[in-house]
């Protein structure tokens, strides 16, 4: 049995879906069960990430975890799991990680979770994805009210991954020994400014869309009223003082699925329903 939480997630979602349709035992953690948009059939639990002890019905008969990190008790977490007999934990980190400074608060955040993982006891492999494609919904509520998308870090080029292909990778080492101990750095296909994304959007949905960078002291002020300060800090010295290169396109996206990486063109021809 395999349980894999942030189930009602991009990656998550992904994830039950894929193990589902080939016939794997799944199950879904989720706060709320009752609205966990999970598809019929596959056996959904409620549980909370910040409170280890709501984790004791999930875990029970579990082998393989799908974790996401930067939860406030990972260490706790992990105790639970190890506790109920869970073989191998495939934990949801992120490449930001790669020569980082430790001080950065979403570094810091990822290279904890990692730590806990290392200490836990049960054999790990550790996923370094880029920066999501599904970020791009972060633009939904602007292109329901015109065609202008106005977003910051105008020139922070992302190599950008389709959270299936995340979960993809998941489902391919979940229980198979020779990943144990292993990270693996992910990305998409091809590096993208935000204005690369809006273009093909555009062209995706049929719309004369329109990319606005942001001012950094605007997107500041923005990011500030829904991004606890530390974060904000973080992201502005990724991508404003250059801490974070996310361009680099690598190869393990194949090389552990067997197939290339998904671009931009099919996640947003995916997704198009929500920004119509
Ligand atoms: N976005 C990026 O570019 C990026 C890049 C690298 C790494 N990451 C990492 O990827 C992860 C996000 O993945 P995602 O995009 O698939 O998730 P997501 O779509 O943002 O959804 C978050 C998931 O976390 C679950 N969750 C939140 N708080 C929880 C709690 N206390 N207990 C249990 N579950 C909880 C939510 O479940 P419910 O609300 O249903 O309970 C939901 O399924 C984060 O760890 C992030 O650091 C993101």
Redesign the pocket.
């Known amino acids: 049995m395999i349980l894999v939480?942030?189930?009602?997630?991009?990656?998550?979602?992904?994830l039950v879906e894929l193990l589902a349709d080939r016939g794997r035992q799944v199950r879904a953690?989720?706060?709320?069960p009752a609205?966990?948009?999970v598809r019929p059939g596959v056996e959904v639990v409620g549980?909370?990430?910040?409170?280890p002890e709501s984790l004791f019905e999930a875990l029970r008969g579990v082998d393989g975890v799908f974790l996401?990190?930067?939860?406030s008790d990972m260490s706790g977490v992990l105790a639970r799991a190890k506790a109920a007999g869970v073989g191998h934990v495939v934990l949801?980190?992120?490449?930001?990680v790669v020569g980082g400074h430790l001080d950065n608060a979403?570094v810091g955040?990822?290279m904890g979770?990692e730590a806990a993982v290392h200490e836990s006891g049960i054999e790990w492999t550790v996923l370094?994805?880029?920066?999501?494609m599904?970020?791009t919904f972060e633009w939904v509520g602007q292109l329901s009210a015109g065609d202008v998308v106005r977003a910051p870090f105008a020139d922070a080029s992302?190599a950008?991954?389709d959270?299936y292909d995340?979960a993809s990778v998941a489902a391919a080492v979940l229980g198979r020994a020779e990943h144990f101990g292993q990270n693996h750095p992910l990305s998409g296909p091809a590096a993208l400014l935000p204005a690369d994304r809006v273009e093909i959007l555009a062209k995706v949905l049929g719309r004369p869309l329109r990319f606005e960078g942001q001012p950094d002291g605007e997107a500041r002020d923005e990011m500030s009223r829904t991004i606890p300060a530390k974060y904000v800090e973080a992201f502005f010295r990724f991508f404003v003082d250059g801490e974070f290169d996310d361009t680099p396109v690598l190869p393990t996206v194949e090389e552990l699925t067997g197939r290339p990486p998904r671009t931009f063109e099919e996640w947003a021809a995916t997704h198009a329903k929500a920004f119509r």
């Open positions: 939480t942030g189930a009602s997630g991009h990656v998550g979602g992904e953690l989720v706060r709320d609205d966990s948009g549980g909370d990430l910040n409170r996401l990190g930067g939860f949801l980190s992120s490449r930001s979403v955040m990822h979770s370094r994805p880029s920066g999501f599904s970020n992302i950008t991954i959270p995340i």
